[in-house]
């Protein structure tokens, strides 16, 4: 059976409670009264309407928890049936893990541990001279090349969260249909890998742990865990995952 990955909401992503928030800004969607809008304050993600119960559901997640405990903690304490729980709650949480929301707790550690470029290092032919401010997804930086001054944006991304990729793309194609008159001047793009010891072996142990999965094959290994720790009569607690994809 596959261990289940430890999920973690970021201290930076906030549910407000839609009665907290003024008639002209409800006035620009729909909603319940009882409603929340999750929204995170340091990246360029879309906020998000969605009901008390799912709200509910996320506050699990303010600690390091696996999908499969965090709905049965979620169950418990508003005594539902754990199974059916997740079923109907399985699709939003990976939803939101796609869309950047929910995300890997050893993620958000290595982010944490990353060192940024510093002044004095190159980051191709460019000197880093500052870092500016940015948001959580980015990181902006002051360079200089041949005597002048430019800005080098850096998206922090995988292929966990495309839809960051595809955001960063549309500002560069916008970017370079400007005439750079009162916009910043497009200068160049570009991707680079960071390396990976033993690239080789990760890639295939990667294909072979792709291969052997599938949404309703996860679904089912989350639910059996669930009946496991109902069966036990205890909470299901996940050990640290080497492999995550």
């Known amino acids: 059976m596959t261990t289940p990955d430890i999920y973690i909401l970021p201290e930076e992503v906030h549910l407000v409670p839609v009665d907290q928030l003024t008639e002209q800004m409800k006035s620009k969607f729909e909603y319940e009264e009882t409603d929340f809008i999750l929204t995170n304050s340091g990246a360029r993600n879309t906020s998000k309407v969605i009901d008390a119960s799912s709200a509910l559901l996320l506050q699990e ?3 390091p928890k696996s999908i499969p405990e965090g709905i049965l903690t979620y169950s418990v304490l508003n005594k539902l049936n754990p199974e059916q729980a997740l079923e109907s709650a399985y699709k939003f949480l990976i939803k939101l893990r796609s869309e950047g929301f929910l995300i890997h707790f050893d993620e958000m550690s290595a982010s944490g541990k990353k060192n940024p470029l510093k002044a004095g290092d190159l980051f191709t032919a460019y000197e880093i001279i500052s870092k500016l401010p940015g ?3 980015t990181e ?3 360079v200089k090349k041949d005597n002048s001054f430019f800005a080098l944006k850096i998206l922090k991304t995988n292929t966990t969260n495309p839809a960051l990729a595809d ?7 916008i970017l370079k249909n400007l005439d750079g008159a009162v916009n910043p001047e497009f200068i160049e793009a570009g991707e680079q890998l960071l390396q990976q010891k033993n690239n080789a072996k990760w890639l295939r142990q990667v294909d072979e742990f792709l291969a052997g999965i599938s ?11 669930i009946r496991q ?6 909470t299901y607690v996940n050990p640290k995952t080497e492999l995550y994809v």
């Open 167 to 173: 955001h960063f793309h549309n500002e560069i194609r």
């Open 140 to 142: 902006v930086y002051k």
């Open 215 to 225: 949404w309703d094959k996860t679904f089912s290994e989350m639910n059996a865990l």
């Open 61 to 63: 997640f303010r600690k």
């Open 135 to 137: 948001v959580t997804d």
């Open 229 to 234: 720790a109902l069966n036990n009569k205890k």
